[in-house]
């Protein structure tokens, strides 16, 4: 398979040497980019989404169809909460989105389902209660000591300010408690403890000149910023695509290896989408292209929380 994988790489890399870029539009005919419609649906998602930047990358890689500046789009830091499998269970199945390519298995689903219904009433103990804390008239809020295991103290307990308004008034008792440094709270973390161990991911869009499209590589990180290995990584991967779409490859623009989305189906993914789009009366603009891009790509990595925007104009109304 490894073999196979290398000799696929280097035919692509010949064809991508030998053939030039595409430069006639067929976004809505194949589903593709031309170079020049990539740069501009960058151009507007770095405009909507500031977390995203163009990048220009390693200078020995650069291509020469693409503005120097412009090379590749980056996010990074992108906070990863969750497995991708743990989420997968939760639901009961795949749906909310649009469902394209359901004739056979080398389709996209859509992994945004609906939620179980079920209630976890021990966890529900465990939160504490509105009732622990009063608002007073004063807008004041005033922790009920009860809750904290001691007896609630009555109002007329607290010192009235007022009195110490006298010089004569002034305690010099030092064993006096008014007077004692005050005592704080120390948080210490437990040695079993619960605390969510956050994993990071840069995320890259690449033009593939091979499939005139964009292409997704992931980079990621434990909590302490060392770099996942590839079976960590396939753990934030939607398990349908997880060994069937997700390669780890050279990144064309950075050094080292990178885990990317291969990006073999993503035009035919795209011009379904439009498809559906067009259906509904919505004439989809090129310059949107990467806003419905990311959102399919989010049902492969559901747990990747980057941001692409979901509230956003799709395109003109053909009504």
């Known amino acids: 398979m490894e073999l196979q994988h290398k000799f696929y790489g280097i035919f692509k890399g010949t064809v ?21 419609e990539f740069v501009l649906a960058g151009d507007n998602l770095v405009s909507k989404c500031p977390t995203w930047s163009w990048e220009s990358g390693e200078p020995s890689k650069r ?5 120097a500046d412009k090379q ?7 906070p990863c909460l969750r497995r991708a499998a743990s989420v997968e269970e939760e ?8 469902l394209v390519d359901n004739e056979d298995n080398d389709g996209w689903l859509a992994t945004h389902g609906k939620p179980k219904a079920k209630c976890d009433e021990d966890e529900d103990d465990n939160l504490p209660s509105m009732e622990a804390v009063e608002i007073s008239k004063n807008n004041n809020v005033r922790a009920i000591s009860t809750y904290f295991g001691g007896e609630e103290e009555e109002e007329e307990d607290i010192p009235d300010m007022a009195e110490y308004n006298e010089p004569d008034s002034i305690i010099e008792n030092e064993t006096d408690p008014a007077t004692l440094p005050s005592t704080y ?35 990621g990180y434990d909590e302490s910023r060392m770099l996942l290995k590839t079976e960590l990584i396939l753990e934030d991967v939607s398990q349908d695509h997880a060994r ?16 990317s989305i291969h990006p073999c189906r993503h035009g035919a993914v795209m011009k379904k989408i ?18 419905l891009f990311l959102k ?24």
């Not at 590749?72 to 992108?78: H, P």
């Not at 069937?244 to 885990?259: F, N």
């Open 185 to 219: 709270l120390v948080a210490h973390e437990p040695d079993d403890d619960n605390i969510l161990r956050t994993r990071t991911y840069d995320i890259s869009i690449t033009y593939d000149k091979y499939y005139q499209t964009p292409r997704v590589w992931l980079t």
């Open 274 to 291: 439009i498809d559906v789009l067009v259906s509904r009366g919505v004439e989809p603009e090129v310059d949107k292209y990467l806003f």
């Open 63 to 67: 291509k020469s169809y693409l503005p």
């Open 296 to 319: 399919f790509v989010a049902s492969v990595i559901p747990t990747i929380e980057y941001d692409y925007t979901m509230d956003f104009d799709l395109g003109s109304s053909s009504n």
């Open 16 to 36: 991508e040497k030998i053939t030039s870029h595409r430069t006639v539009s067929a976004f809505k005919e194949k589903g593709v980019l031309s170079v020049s």
């Open 72 to 78: 590749f789009l980056i996010t990074r830091n992108v």
């Open 244 to 259: 069937k779409t997700v390669t780890i490859e050279d990144h064309p623009h950075l050094t080292g290896k990178h885990a």
């Open 91 to 98: 639901y009961e199945g795949a749906g909310g989105e649009i």
